[in-house]
């Protein structure tokens, strides 16, 4: 059995879609996760890909993630809002937050919208880069269940929230930040285990402290290190406060873990933000600063053995490109739960069959 798989990104996309769809899941939202994960895995973010498909149906069978929530704004002014995910997949919850901030834009030049009650978003940057197709900058953050101890402690109390900000160029790609505020995300520790790979030392501890190179050490009660010490676990405090504190929703023990806790729901919440560009200067000039100052970064003189430099985004966008191109390698095993999850949904056998482009040994 080869270790990869390159697949066809329109195919797994529709597979995916139909299975979330044999889970009750109405197909407009069905459509919003297949969409995110999959241009995740374009972008080579695969941590936050289709691998993350089998924990959403897993929550879902347990009615802890639900399939078709009632979600509801329940505060709400000219440019702010509040929104109740009432426990819904994080994307559906996040894709109406994100489509009223946009409406609400039209009128607007600064606006917010906090979230509670939701579950995992996938990437941060699917929510901060549509914000910047609009001529807006986007800011997009969330909390997670605590993952991290603060400097000095020796339990979690802070998650390693993710931090996303995409801003437009012109003739250049957009500039798009998308960072966990520890050193790795846990997906890509997920992502490992999935490959049958150790983790580097660095990356986190097991549930006793000790520094761990075992993906199922961290997985089972194991904490990550904050990026950059005092000054990620910082950040993190500070996403927490914007995203639950601001939107009443859960912090520390009362957010349930994605992969460990199948009694009660993730229970995390977002916050969104655009700044229009226009309330500032003409967009257009805006953008053509933007690509000067990618030019002045661009053209760095180089570190021995070093090819050029790259913008925050600029190697996620050209992955997209190639991968849109040669398709998506992912790991088989991954492929494999999501073909097996695809026949028990009864999704088209002829769909199936142009989902493996090409084996891949490595």
């Given at each position: 059995m080869p270790k990869f798989y390159q697949v066809?990104?329109?195919?797994?996309?529709?597979?995916?879609?139909d299975i979330l769809k044999s889970y009750q899941v109405p197909e407009e939202d069905a459509e919003i996760v297949s969409k995110s994960l999959v241009e995740a895995d374009l972008r080579g973010v695969s941590s936050h890909g289709v691998i993350r498909?089998?924990?959403?149906?897993?929550?879902?069978?347990?009615?802890?993630?639900?399939?078709?929530?009632n979600i509801q704004f329940v505060k709400e002014t000219q440019n702010t809002a509040v929104l109740d995910g009432d426990y819904g997949l994080g994307q559906v919850v996040s894709q109406r937050a994100i489509s009223r901030l946009i409406q609400k834009m039209k009128e607007n030049h600064l606006g917010a919208i906090a979230v509670r009650r939701s579950n995992h978003f996938g990437a941060g940057a699917y929510w901060a880069m549509q914000l910047q197709e609009h001529d807006m900058i986007g800011i997009a953050v969330s909390n997670v269940e605590p993952l991290m101890a603060p400097p000095g402690g020796a339990a979690a109390r802070v998650g390693n929230n993710p931090l996303a900000l995409a801003v437009p160029a012109g003739k250049e790609k957009p500039i798009i930040l998308d960072m966990a505020t520890s050193v790795v995300p846990l997906g890509r520790i997920v992502a490992a285990k999935s490959k049958g790979e150790s983790i580097p030392l660095g990356w986190a501890v097991n549930r006793l402290g000790q520094a761990t190179t075992d993906p199922d050490e961290v997985i089972n009660g194991g904490n990550l290190f904050p990026v950059g010490g005092p000054k990620g676990y910082g950040i993190a405090v500070m996403i927490d406060?914007?995203?639950a504190l601001l939107s009443g929703g859960a912090?520390?023990?009362?957010?349930?873990?994605?992969?460990?806790?199948?009694?009660n729901p993730n229970d995390i919440s977002h916050f969104f933000m655009a700044i229009r560009i226009d309330a500032f200067m003409d967009p257009r000039v805006f953008r053509e600063?933007?690509?000067?100052?990618?030019?002045?970064?661009?053209?760095?003189?180089?570190?021995?053995?070093?090819?050029?430099?790259?913008?925050?985004?600029?190697?996620?966008?050209?992955?997209k490109e190639r991968n849109l191109k040669e398709g998506i390698?992912?790991?088989?095993?991954?492929?494999?739960?999501?073909?097996?999850?695809?026949?028990?949904?009864?999704?088209?056998?002829?769909?199936?069959?142009?989902?493996?482009?090409?084996?891949?040994?490595?």
């Open positions: 066809d990104p329109q195919s797994i996309s529709q597979i995916c879609s498909l089998s924990i959403y149906l897993k929550r879902i069978e347990k009615g802890i993630m639900k399939s078709n929530p406060i914007l995203s912090i520390g023990p009362d957010i349930h873990s994605l992969y460990q806790d199948f009694n600063s933007v690509d000067r100052y990618i030019q002045y970064m661009k053209n760095t003189p180089l570190a021995p053995n070093t090819n050029q430099v790259y913008l925050p985004g600029e190697i996620e966008i050209l992955n390698t992912l790991p088989a095993a991954v492929v494999e739960e999501i073909v097996s999850y695809a026949k028990k949904a009864s999704v088209s056998s002829d769909l199936i069959n142009k989902l493996k482009v090409s084996p891949l040994d490595e």
